[in-house]
């Protein structure tokens, strides 16, 4: 698989990060990511994971977490040609 074809988004639970697993999958993606969400992640898994796509609990406020997800990303996808660092938070106006 080449790599040009793999996507990585962090915060993919909800929001621009869900919309863009959907939508980066429905135009021949391969998908990964993580979100905090274990059931959306479960769901994502359950969804996409057939085509290949694959979805981790993750908390980019750990070191651990990151770590293990960046892990599991390369040896089960593959290295990606593009990063979407969506995970954060918003203040309030």
């Known amino acids: 698989m080449k790599s040009?074809?793999?996507v990585c988004i962090t915060g993919c639970t909800?929001?621009?990060g869900l919309a863009m697993a959907h939508g980066f999958a429905e135009r021949g993606y391969?998908?990964?990511?993580?979100?905090?969400s274990a059931g959306v992640i479960e769901n994502l898994n359950q969804s996409l994971?057939?085509?290949g796509h694959r979805f981790y609990v993750?908390?980019?406020s750990s070191e651990t977490s990151v770590s293990?997800?960046?892990q599991n990303v390369l040896s089960d996808v593959?290295?990606?040609g593009l990063l979407l660092n969506n995970a954060g938070i918003i203040n309030k106006n």
């Open 58 to 60: 993750l908390d980019v």
């Open 14 to 16: 909800r929001g621009i």
């Open 78 to 80: 593959g290295p990606p």
């Open 68 to 70: 293990a997800f960046a």
């Open 30 to 36: 391969t998908v990964t990511g993580g979100g905090r």
């Open 49 to 51: 994971g057939a085509a």
């Open 4 to 6: 040009g074809r793999i």
